[in-house]
């Protein structure tokens, strides 16, 4: 049986008498698209921050291919294989796509005073990138800036791919764009999970999370209310969920226990 390459037990994050996350257990599969639904205020970023190293748990265990981790930082997270590609996306509008894709880890060619930026390589490399997400720049040096808000997200998730994530977590990547680019990103998201990377889809809208979600996770006020396989849960009951409208206990049938 398939090992989670992510599992996440029971974890608690206090700030100082605000408790932020309360006992929430969540694990992630190779190929899969976990979506974690809650709507504002539930511990969604919370929880990315947590399981990305930005926040170290109060209480509880966060494995990493069956080996507890304990990350110091989101760089200890990223050299493990958690990234994660965040709302603001972080990128230069002015600066080419090349540019923001190798950002920090620049290839290089040459020796001593004569290293310098391997543009060819880089080119090349963002070029077929792009490609391999359905996106045809139209040349490397294209600025970021004229890209469309679902193509720099595009941009973000082949990068993170590119430089060997084993778990990418997208925070609401579908939540500002309009319908054709959503649809872009969620064939992205698709593409990335048939690559046989974990793939943590963080959203408060249910039908996106249903369009391309394996597994679905409600969170509401810090806690799990229980994880439904496709097919066994409606988007009415999901919906309910998040709102706080339905008691666990009456959709347990449909969940088969909670997380």
Same mark, same amino acid.
């Given at each position: 049986m398939t090992q989670p390459i992510v599992h996440m037990e029971n974890i608690e994050k206090h700030f100082g008498n605000i408790i932020? !996350?309360?006992?929430?257990? @969540? *694990?992630? @599969? +190779?190929?899969? =698209?976990? =979506? #974690? !639904?809650?709507?504002?205020?539930a511990g969604k970023s919370t929880f990315i921050k947590t399981m990305s190293g930005v926040h170290k748990p109060t209480k509880g265990t966060i494995n990493f291919e069956q080996k507890q981790m304990n990350f110091n930082s989101p760089r200890d997270a990223m050299e493990a294989g958690i990234a994660?590609? @965040?709302?603001? #996306?972080?990128?230069? +509008? #002015?600066?080419?796509?090349? %540019?923001n894709f190798f950002m920090g880890r620049e290839p290089t060619k040459g020796v001593g005073p004569f290293k310098r930026f391997d543009v060819e390589m880089a080119n090349e490399a963002t070029m077929e990138s792009m490609r391999e997400m359905g996106i045809n720049l139209r040349g490397p040096d294209q600025a970021v800036g004229t890209l469309s808000g679902g193509e720099r997200q595009t941009v973000a998730i082949a990068r993170a791919v590119y430089f060997g994530a084993k778990v990418l977590i997208l925070d609401e990547p579908t939540s500002a764009l309009g319908v054709r680019q959503t649809s872009n990103v969620l064939a992205t998201i698709d593409r990335v999970r048939k690559q046989g990377v974990g793939v943590v889809f963080i959203t408060h809208n249910v039908r996106h999370a249903m369009a391309v979600g394996d597994r679905f996770t409600v969170l509401n006020r810090g806690r799990t209310l229980g994880t439904a396989? %496709?097919? *066994?849960i409606t988007p009415e009951e999901l919906q309910d969920m998040m709102a706080g409208g339905q008691e666990m206990a009456s959709l347990e049938g449909s969940l088969g226990g909670t997380v």
């Open positions: 932020a !996350l309360a006992g929430v257990s @969540f *694990d992630i @599969f +190779p190929g899969e =698209c976990h =979506c #974690l !639904l809650g709507d504002n205020g994660t590609v @965040f709302q603001d #996306l972080a990128m230069i +509008p #002015l600066m080419s796509v090349t %540019r396989a %496709r097919g *066994d």
